[in-house]
């Protein structure tokens, strides 16, 4: 069953995913804006385009003719996707489940107002001006997001009035595709924020993952661990939403459903149609399947018997602090000499500050409190060293 399958982005999470691919025979084309992407050192092939240009989609598509299209970014022309279902190639999860999910716009919007789950109070604002209106409207602090962008890029907390206009120029910055608009979210307060893994299926029922918790900074997460400690009654609660969502979205695939727990219950938050950053926690063997076998097995319709829970795991990101064109690594014996730890490289070939560039991770018994696990992974991650 030999299928082929053309990855949209090539960062790490599409790597780890061809890797999964490749051990069970399927051929892949990688696909991203730039040369020796971490995807394509992996790959069967590769293509460097410009993924918001259409007519470039549509001639890798026709040359390639994919059985998949697997979107692993933001920024592509969506759009597109519909006429190449109709051409018979599966977008995964689904063409509607990409479109929508490459535009906080429309995932919220289907969420919030089509499908009654609770979010955070919101706004849209396409200037400056508009911006100043809606945090009027949904009061300070609060938050800042480009409605196309990825890793906390371009995301920024209001805490005074002074902060707007820096934010709006952060937000325009750094927005993914063509899209100059941001989404202004009232700040919940919640006491800690999860990702749910969720496997939807062809013909089968939908299956979640044990609850992954995860810290943030600028946006973008530093260590997630599984299991998070989460009541019985709110995973049921983000359960449910993540099932509304996914089935509302269509298709077969991993979603990485994130939500915020608060004293008030359980909002969601945002989601995204492929395996999550946070989700790298798995490739410490905490379950049966990483997050990326599972996506696989999904798209090309393998059984899936149980995701099982089988070792208490954290992830730590190792992050560049400097611009490089050619970034070293030192440290990498010392962490390799670490026990019940493992590590990624992730072989970007160029750094920047606070580019993700490799994640530290560290497993043990389930009995295992969380907490000493996050911190071996903080602690591995440390030893690891990006040199400009």
Request: glycine content about 8%; charged content about 25%.
């Amino acid at each position: 069953m030999q299928k082929k399958i053309l990855l949209l982005g090539s960062g790490e999470l599409g790597k780890e995913f061809v890797i999964a691919a490749q051990r069970i025979g399927q051929t892949v084309i990688a696909v991203d804006s730039y040369e020796n992407a971490p995807a394509m050192q992996v790959a069967h092939g590769f293509e460097v385009i410009n993924m918001l240009d259409g007519s470039e989609l549509d001639r890798i598509v026709a040359k390639h003719q994919p059985d998949f299209i697997v979107p692993e970014i933001e920024a592509i022309r969506t759009e597109r996707f519909y006429d190449y279902e109709k051409q018979g190639i599966t977008v995964v999860p689904s063409a509607k489940a990409a479109n929508f999910t490459m535009n906080r716009k429309a995932i919220r919007d289907l969420a919030a107002k089509e499908l009654g789950l609770k979010t955070a109070n919101y706004r849209y604002a396409t200037t400056a001006e508009e911006l100043r209106k809606a945090v009027g409207e949904v009061g300070i602090p609060c938050v800042v997001k480009p409605l196309m962008s990825s890793s906390g890029k371009g995301q920024s907390t209001i805490k005074s009035e002074s902060d707007i206009e820096k934010a709006w120029n952060y937000a325009v910055k750094d927005s993914r595709g063509d899209v100059v608009e941001v989404i202004v979210e009232a700040f919940v307060k919640f006491n800690s924020e999860i990702t749910l893994l969720t496997v939807t299926q062809n013909g089968n029922p939908t299956l979640f993952c044990p609850p992954i918790g995860h810290r943030q900074e600028r946006g973008d997460y530093q260590e997630s661990w599984q299991p998070a400690l989460v009541s019985d009654k709110d995973l049921f609660e983000a359960q449910d939403m993540a099932e509304k969502v996914t089935e509302a979205l269509g298709g077969a695939g991993l979603f990485g459903v994130e939500f915020f727990l608060a004293d008030d219950g359980v909002y969601f938050s945002e989601l995204s149609p492929r395996p999550h950053d946070t989700g790298m926690v798995t490739l410490a063997g905490t379950q049966n399947f990483n997050e990326f076998e599972l996506h696989l097995r999904a798209i090309l319709s393998l059984p899936i018997f149980e995701i099982k829970l089988e070792k208490t795991g954290a992830s730590a990101v190792i992050l560049a602090l400097e611009n490089s064109q050619n970034p070293t690594f030192s440290g990498i014996d010392k962490i390799a000499g670490l026990p019940k730890t493992d590590f990624r490289i992730f072989g970007k070939p160029t750094s920047r500050p606070y580019r993700r560039m490799g994640v530290a991770l560290a497993s043990d018994t389930l009995e295992t409190p969380v907490a000493e696990v996050v911190e071996r992974a903080k602690s591995a991650a440390k030893t690891v060293t990006v040199n400009p």
